[in-house]
């Protein structure tokens, strides 16, 4: 099986007039976004599924705003693999057990139905569902239709989900989303997407050319040298540019 682990989260922005989500699917092979759909923050996440294609043999792990058991049970019907998190109304009909070492962290891996109505109506077949403990006591009830791997390693696929976070971080802290130069819908939009296709296509130079540096250590060798007229690898040949390091502490302000 070809392991293609993507990630559904949502990030809201409330800068401006109304505020907007962000909903990205970011394959964790390259950590590249592979689909991003901007919405307004009132458009519920179950509304963008419709927009993203699944493959077979490959993993979906979802953030719990995702639920949507006709759209799970679709990515069932196509040989796909989801993950995510159940909802705490969740009532459901044990089939079978399995033997778990809670020293892992996993209390419960059962094989179950849906007794909802609609939601048992929408994914009529069984699910799997995981009861997982973390190192520091948080309770995770976790939904997925693969039978074959370890319900550790289920709870550890979920946990990639927080990938997601660096990748806003990352463009928040360094493609300068912190502060916005309009604060209208469309004003926001433009500088989100032209963020978003910066970190892109700096990831694919950097995968290209077998670059060593960070990424933001490649942004910043670029934006010094935006004007030069040098093919992009004899620029990361400089030995003066071999040494840039990436500041740790925080810019000083000059006024308070």
Request: charged share 25%; net charge positive.
């Amino acid at each position: 099986m070809d392991l293609c682990l993507s990630i559904f989260p949502w990030a809201t922005f409330r800068e401006t007039k109304a505020a907007i989500k962000i909903h990205t699917q970011l394959n964790l092979r390259n950590c590249l976004p592979e689909l991003v759909i901007i919405t307004t923050a009132s458009v519920h996440e179950t509304k963008v599924l419709q927009f993203f294609s699944f493959e077979a043999d490959s993993f979906y792990v979802f953030d719990r705003g995702y639920m949507d058991y006709s759209k799970l049970y679709k990515i069932h019907q196509v040989g796909a693999y989801f993950i995510i998190r159940a909802r705490g109304r969740l009532q459901f009909v044990r089939q079978s057990s399995s033997v778990v070492d809670k020293t892992s962290g996993v209390r419960c891996d059962q094989l179950v139905t849906i007794k909802n109505f609609y939601p048992r109506k929408k994914y009529p077949e069984k699910i799997r569902r995981i009861v997982f403990v973390d190192a520091e006591g948080k309770r995770y009830q976790f939904l997925t239709n693969n039978l074959d791997l370890p319900a550790k390693h289920i709870a550890q696929l979920y946990k990639h989900r927080w990938m997601i976070e660096l990748f806003f971080k990352w463009i928040k802290q360094h493609l300068k989303i912190r502060s916005y130069w309009g604060h209208s819908l469309n004003a926001v939009k433009c500088q989100i997407w032209i963020a978003i296709t910066v970190y892109v296509l700096v990831a694919i130079v950097k995968k290209q050319i077998g670059l060593k540096q960070s990424l933001y250590e490649i942004l910043q060798i670029l934006s010094i040298n935006i004007f030069d007229k040098m093919p992009v690898s004899q620029l990361f040949d400089d030995a003066l540019l071999q040494n840039f390091k990436e500041l740790e502490h925080n810019q000083l302000k000059m006024f308070d």
